[in-house]
């Protein structure tokens, strides 16, 4: 994996060489048809011999927004974050297996020790969202930050699912991770570092980056008081953003350009059309989700805080929820008790994460168990330093409950 290498600091203008972009859609080999031609019971069966076989050696990971063939084999399921937290706490493994996408295994990796080999069965499972923002964009970006807004003191946020360059990149500039559980709290610190102490969001004087979601940026943001209008949106394939000098001054908070493919499938209409057929109905969406979305629907929260929701909430109870479908459709067989369906009829699943399926675990799990390491994602030493200095000022700062 190319990762961020600070001898090529955006302040020594300096760019990245254009292997540093491919960062989450390496090439993924072909299986052999001992896997694509098996059935699902023999596959199933395989799987479970060699993980027997690894033992305690093995953690398997699998995301929230995984398919159940898969999630049936996890040791721990979770949102990224979480996950890459239990890979870091369990002793004595020396094999993470992760069923989620590119940037989830490269966070494991970050986090684990260096010699946990951490896998991903597919590597073409990466994150549309993550691809939007590379570590060459990043730098253009800052760097005309900070020479059209003299004198500002700029914090470069970046949502975790991002590339572990762009992590870097923004550990080495003073800035932290965030995940939809603590934006508001990293937001917050962000602004409040002004120096004056900063009594509402729209007083500092600091201005934030925030990479690579737009959305959840911008829903967090304003949920927290911070006005649209001191807001812009950054166009990375455009001179300065695609804004004008002036706004760049005038902007408090800089959304890169990017989006979840999944979660803007959800549109306003779909909010009225689920309150149309269900009177009772309500609607919780991911703050992935668009603004319009966000602000028709009753609640907004991470994957984790929708789960409790619904695991609090009493029988009888309607709900519509705007996120991947797989996870809806777990919650409503999980809770019969409970009407869940999923905000819009159109197929909200993640695809890439979709790759990761029963012939591809049994391919990495049998090589595995012969010794055999496939598809490592190894993130190398510079990257991992930054994007851990990135990631542990998170924690530090995210310590104590998350409000939604
Ligand atoms: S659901 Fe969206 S943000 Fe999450 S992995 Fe898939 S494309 Fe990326």
């Known amino acids: 994996m190319n990762g961020y290498n600070p001898a090529a600091a955006p302040t020594h203008g300096r760019r990245r060489s254009l292997l540093s972009m491919i960062t989450t859609n390496p090439w993924q080999p072909p299986l052999p048809d001992l896997y694509t ?15 027997a076989a690894l033992g305690k050696k093995l953690l398997i990971l699998g995301h929230h927004y995984q398919q159940d063939a ?16 239990q890979a870091a706490a369990q002793k004595d493994i020396e094999f993470v297996v992760f069923c ?3 940037f989830m295994a490269e966070s494991a990796d970050i986090l684990t020790d260096p010699s946990v080999h951490v896998i991903l069965p597919d ?18 970006c800052w760097d005309q930050l900070r020479r059209h807004c003299p004198g500002q003191r700029i914090i470069p946020i970046t949502y975790v699912n991002s590339s572990a360059a762009i992590k870097a990149f923004v550990g080495e500039h003073g800035g932290a991770v965030c995940t939809s559980s ?16 900063a009594s509402t969001p729209t007083d500092s004087k600091n201005k934030i980056l925030f990479l690579p979601d737009q959305h959840l940026g911008r829903n967090t943001a304003y949920a927290m008081g911070y006005p649209l209008d001191r807001m812009i949106l950054w166009e990375p394939t455009q001179e300065l953003g695609g804004n004008q000098p002036g706004q760049l001054q005038q902007a408090g908070l800089v959304l890169w350009k990017g989006h979840c493919s999944v979660h803007m499938l959800f549109r306003p209409e779909h909010v009225d059309q689920a309150r149309a057929k269900y009177p009772s109905v309500k609607v919780i969406v991911h703050p992935e989700c668009q603004w319009d979305v966000v602000q ?3 609640q907004a929260g991470s994957t984790s805080w929708i789960i409790k929701q619904i695991q609090a909430a009493s029988p009888g109870s309607q709900w519509a929820i705007g996120t991947e479908v797989h996870l809806v459709n777990r919650l409503a067989r999980q809770h019969p008790e409970q009407k869940i369906i999923v905000l819009s009829e159109c197929q909200c699943l993640c695809t890439t994460m979709y790759r ?3 012939p591809h675990l049994c391919w990495a799990l049998e090589n595995l168990a012969q010794n055999n390491v496939l598809n490592r994602i190894s993130v190398d030493p510079p990257t991992r330093r930054w994007a851990l200095v990135a990631l542990q000022r998170m924690l530090a700062l995210s310590a104590g409950p998350n409000p939604a």
């Open 37 to 51: 031609q098996a059935a699902d019971a023999d596959l199933r069966a395989r799987i479970r011999k060699a993980k």
């Open 70 to 85: 898969i999630i049936e084999f996890a040791d721990f399921t979770g949102d990224s974050y979480e996950l890459s937290r």
């Open 100 to 102: 989620g996408v590119h």
């Open 123 to 140: 590597l073409g499972a990466g994150c549309s969202m993550a691809d939007m923002a590379n570590i060459d964009q990043a730098i253009e």
């Open 182 to 197: 603590n934006c508001r709290k990293i937001l917050q610190w962000a602004l409040s570092e002004d120096g004056a102490n």
């Open 296 to 298: 028709k629907a009753d």
């Open 356 to 358: 990761i399926d029963l």
